[in-house]
């Protein structure tokens, strides 16, 4: 059933704006006028997911509406900060404008629920057509001076990472018929890559306590590495202490293997440093949130990243994570 083709300012209407309370002005202005609460900082960033290199055309509209607000959101758990607002710029081919009542009801249904999820108002955005592109602007807002940043690891932290890594590289590796996962294995994997969850309760929680913190998007020695290079140290890390699923397990320590856990990317969970006199507190912490936490390794003074195998021999890994422009 085709429903006639809906003006930029109807889609806008009909599947974006919804009722948001918080906000001065909100979609229908040329701007959009939010008052960020006193004495606070706002932390703001932007992510741009391109159709055919950050996911495939076919995706799950429903999904792919989630995930690029959950991109986003790991942003601002990796600051430490609380997401507010969001903006959200989407180009639309012809063929989806076309088809808006399902491709772009569904994507905003699922932009929608995760943004209910944790109370932030979509305040405005862009619509236009052309190849399908979805960039997504997340404002949050942090206590002065508190957020979580990349360039304060210090010597004799212990490196932490949440969750399980390379299960969404697993997936794309099959999507792509690199690999062949059983149907029970993808089944598994594949909700790490459509619908990863950003960890911003944990991220809130960490302020005070971590010392640095980056979420892994693109790779744990890739992302870590970022943190070595802005904190000036080095890292070593034990193999073994990479947490990984019971999926990932099956296939270590195989190269594929190694490279998915240590150098996939879309994981969306936070490594982070923090001093050893604060283990207690975050296990404790850990306790209340809904995701396990493990030490991998350790700052040490210096530059370079190593990782250890349990015999302690270095294990090399070709791949260190994604990079746009030479990857
Ligand atoms: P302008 O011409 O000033 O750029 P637009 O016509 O692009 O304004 O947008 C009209 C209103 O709709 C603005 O408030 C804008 O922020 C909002 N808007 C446009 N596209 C989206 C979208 N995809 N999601 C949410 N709000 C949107
Ligand atoms: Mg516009």
């Known amino acids: 059933m085709s429903e006639s083709k809906l003006s930029e ?10 009722p948001v309370a918080g906000v001065e002005l909100g979609i229908g202005d040329d701007a959009a006028v939010i008052s960020p609460t006193p ?3 706002l932390v703001v960033s932007v992510d741009t997911l391109v159709s055919g290199r950050h996911f495939f055309e076919n995706t799950n509209p429903y999904k792919l509406g989630q995930k690029s607000l959950a991109v986003n959101l790991s942003d601002m758990a990796a600051m430490g900060a609380k997401p507010r607002w969001v903006m959200l710029s989407l180009t639309l081919p012809e063929n989806l404008i076309e088809s808006h009542a399902t491709w772009v009801n569904e994507f905003a249904n699922g932009f929608h ?28 807002e942090i206590e002065k001076k508190r957020c979580l940043r990349r360039d304060g690891a210090k010597p004799d932290d212990d490196i932490w990472v949440s969750g ?31 619908t990863p969850t950003a960890r911003v309760d944990l991220g809130q929680h960490l302020v005070g306590l971590a010392h640095s913190a980056i979420d892994i998007s693109d790779g744990l020695l890739a992302d870590l590495g970022h943190v070595l290079t802005s904190s000036m140290c080095a890292a070593e890390i034990n193999l073994e202490a990479v947490p990984c699923s019971a999926v990932m397990k099956q296939y270590m320590p195989s190269s594929l293997a190694l490279e998915c856990l240590l150098a996939g990317g879309d994981d969306y969970e ?13 296990e404790r912490m850990t306790q209340s949130l809904p995701v396990p936490l493990v030490i991998i390794g350790e700052i040490k003074q210096g530059a370079g990243l190593s990782v250890i195998d349990t015999e302690g021999k270095e294990v090399t890994v070709v791949k260190r994570g994604y990079e746009h422009f030479t990857s």
């Open 9 to 18: 300012f109807a889609i806008i209407e009909r599947y974006f704006k919804r």
């Open 39 to 41: 004495d606070m900082q």
């Open 113 to 140: 629920e995760l943004a209910q999820v944790y109370q932030i108002a979509l305040i405005g955005g862009d619509t236009t057509s052309g190849a399908l592109n979805i960039c997504v602007q997340i404002i949050g």
């Open 164 to 194: 399980y890594l390379g299960d969404a590289a697993l997936a794309l590796k099959h999507l792509l018929q690199e690999i062949r996962l059983t149907p029970r294995e993808i089944e598994f994997c594949l909700p790490a890559l459509l």
């Open 270 to 282: 936070l490594c982070f440093t923090a001093p050893k006199k604060n283990r207690s507190k975050i």
